[in-house]
């Protein structure tokens, strides 16, 4: 049984002893350093209120996002107030949202190797971030009602993600591939059906930029995959069965970068298919250059995993925009 009430443990406590599921916390031996022990407070800090929401985050959904509105074939122009209310809606408040989730249901892991987060400091203390995150994810859902139906049900399945990837019993995080393919799903696919399903005055998109959102989702589940070799050892030491800790560091990139690749290979020839060679052409290239990145990475998968995501992760989100601006003119 989880203990929700519990304080969380600082990094004082030398080891939680028991079972190695996150979301269950036994009292761990204490040594003699209190020096990261909890503030005892009664209210949330408001600044660490903000870093639940981790705004450094945000940027992939509204990138989707964007190519979702770009993709539609309106003008943007036109569109431009509900086109900030919809970047609103998948940063701030869904994705936001998720963070909140995540940082609740890991607090017991956070308390080992991030003390200094607001949950294991006692800036925000008791079950305020519990509260906080049903609040955010019911803003976000009221929020998303404005726009129609079908934005209503994109943001519903990714609130849904959310829970399910953070919270027991579901707790998909557990399992890299099931875990990774949610957050793919509402980092990229469902964000980019919500940007063009809302300048398109929350009709449903076109039949191709759902093919395509959906081949830049399973792609980005190798990006998902990367992000993961930073916690490679606190992963073991929980149990939590992401990629890279179960099949190892090199075996998971090679999975990682054969995942995007494929994907994007998939677009290039969607993107044939449907009459756009110079744009094929452009994604091709840009795989070409992810290919020599990917060489790189793979030399030293864990040390250079973030130096991929600053070369051929941005390589990768500029063929999402490269191929939305291509449907553009189509639709």
Not at 129 to 153: E, M, Q, R
Not at 211 to 235: P, Q, R, Y
Request: proline content about 7%; hydrophobic content about 50%; aromatic content about 10%.
């Amino acid at each position: 049984m989880q203990r929700v009430d519990a304080p969380a443990a600082p990094s004082g406590y030398s080891q939680i002893r028991g079972s190695t599921e996150p979301g269950l916390f036994v009292e761990p031996r204490l040594t003699n350093d209190s020096s990261h022990a909890p503030k005892s407070q009664a209210f949330p800090e408001v600044r660490a209120l903000v870093q639940l929401l981790k705004p450094v985050t945000w940027f992939p959904p509204m990138w989707a996002f964007l190519c979702g509105a770009v993709s539609a074939g309106v003008s943007l122009g036109a569109h431009w107030m509900v086109l900030i209310a919809g970047v609103v809606l998948a940063g701030p408040l869904v994705c936001g949202g998720s963070q909140i989730v995540n940082d609740w249901y890991d607090r017991h892991v956070d308390s080992i190797n991030e003390p200094d987060r607001p949950i294991p400091s006692g800036r925000v203390p008791g079950r305020w971030a519990f509260y906080f995150a049903i609040t955010w994810s019911v803003l976000a859902l009221l929020y998303s009602v404005a726009f129609g139906p079908i934005v209503f049900f994109a943001t519903s399945v990714a609130v849904l993600f959310a829970w399910a990837y953070s919270a027991p019993p579901v707790r998909l995080k557990r399992n890299g591939w099931l875990g990774n393919a949610a957050v793919a799903l509402s980092y990229e696919g469902l964000a980019w059906v919500t940007g063009a399903a809302i300048v398109l005055d929350g009709t449903i998109p076109d039949s191709r930029i759902l093919v395509l959102a959906l081949v830049f989702s399973v792609g980005a589940h190798g990006i998902m995959t990367l992000n993961d070799f930073k916690s490679v050892e606190g992963d073991l030491r929980v149990g939590l069965r992401s990629l890279p800790a179960i099949y190892g560091p090199e075996r998971a990139a090679r999975m990682a970068c054969w995942t995007m690749a494929l994907a994007q290979l998939v677009a290039v020839a969607l993107l044939l298919s449907w009459g756009f060679p110079l744009v094929a052409g452009i994604v091709s290239c840009s795989i070409f250059l992810q290919l020599l990145a990917m060489r790189r990475l793979l030399s030293d998968p864990k040390g250079l995993a973030p130096w991929y995501n600053g070369t051929g992760v941005v390589l990768y989100v500029l063929g999402m925009m490269i191929s939305a601006t291509a449907l553009h003119g189509a639709t």
